[in-house]
């Protein structure tokens, strides 16, 4: 059984960089799509992006150009990369796993990262 | 900008029926815009119930259903149960490898 598994909380401060990564045990990377989702405290998910091996990497507008998410094969890990953060970035963050036309089949179990001076 | 609307809250009473809707700020919803419905409780990451409109994610119980109503997408849960009570988000493709959430709905169950 797959699992996704991502590390503790983190700290960071205000313009520092967000560097995440999630862990695939027990399968592949290949041939599904990989997307990063986060929630604020108390808010709503927020899709930030997602990269499917062999084919284009998307983002949502609203990280206006600051994110990047790349893979490992060798390894089976995920990464997310988020420049010039602010306290607006504080969120759980999720690395997710999905399929053609679906956008999430299997869920890691977050990690807190907050942004505060 | 696109935005996808989802109700802020609904209550439902125990043994019920109670419908939820994700819609789109910028027109009708459609199967090519593959809703995707999701579960939270607090604390716990999102669990997937529906993708693709209306098919169940394994281990979901038929009692929750999903379909395209009005222009929006639709979860249904017939039979509301008190573990039912959870946050409940959609997803949309709009296009250009661009998916957004709604902004959840909290479902009270009472």
């Known amino acids: 059984q797959v699992q996704l598994q991502q590390r503790g909380a983190s700290l960071l401060q205000p313009s520092e960089t967000l560097s995440l990564t999630c862990s695939v045990l027990?399968?592949?990377?290949?041939?599904?799509?990989w997307s990063w989702v986060r929630q604020p405290p108390g808010k709503g998910l927020e899709w930030l992006g997602e990269?499917?091996?062999?084919?284009?990497?998307n983002y949502n507008p609203s990280l206006e150009g600051r994110g990047t998410i790349l893979v490992d094969m060798s390894k089976n890990l995920l990464f997310l990369r988020l420049t010039f953060v602010t306290a607006a970035d504080t969120a759980v963050y999720y690395c997710?796993?999905?399929?053609?036309?679906?956008?999430?089949?299997?869920w890691g179990q977050g990690a807190l990262v907050t942004v505060s001076s | 900008q696109t935005v996808v609307t989802q109700e802020p809250s609904f209550s439902v009473s125990p043994g019920g029926t109670v419908t939820l809707t994700c819609g789109l700020s910028?027109?009708?919803?459609?199967?090519?815009?593959?809703p995707s419905w999701f579960q939270q409780t607090p604390g716990q990451p999102p669990r997937t119930l529906l993708y693709?409109?209306?098919s169940r994610s394994s281990g979901v119980p038929d009692r929750f259903s999903g379909s395209i109503v009005g222009g929006k997408a639709a979860l249904t849960i017939t039979g509301a149960q008190a573990d039912d009570e959870s946050d409940y988000h959609c997803?949309?493709?709009?296009?250009?490898?661009?998916?957004?959430f709604g902004g959840g709905t909290r479902l009270t169950v009472l």
């Open positions: 997710a796993r999905g399929r053609s036309k679906v956008l999430i089949e299997l």
């Open positions: 027990g399968g592949s990377l290949r041939g599904y799509y």
């Open positions: 990269i499917h091996i062999g084919s284009n990497t």
């Open positions: 910028s027109g009708s919803v459609s199967p090519t815009h593959y």
């Open positions: 693709t409109t209306s």
């Open positions: 997803t949309l493709y709009v296009g250009d490898g661009i998916w957004l």
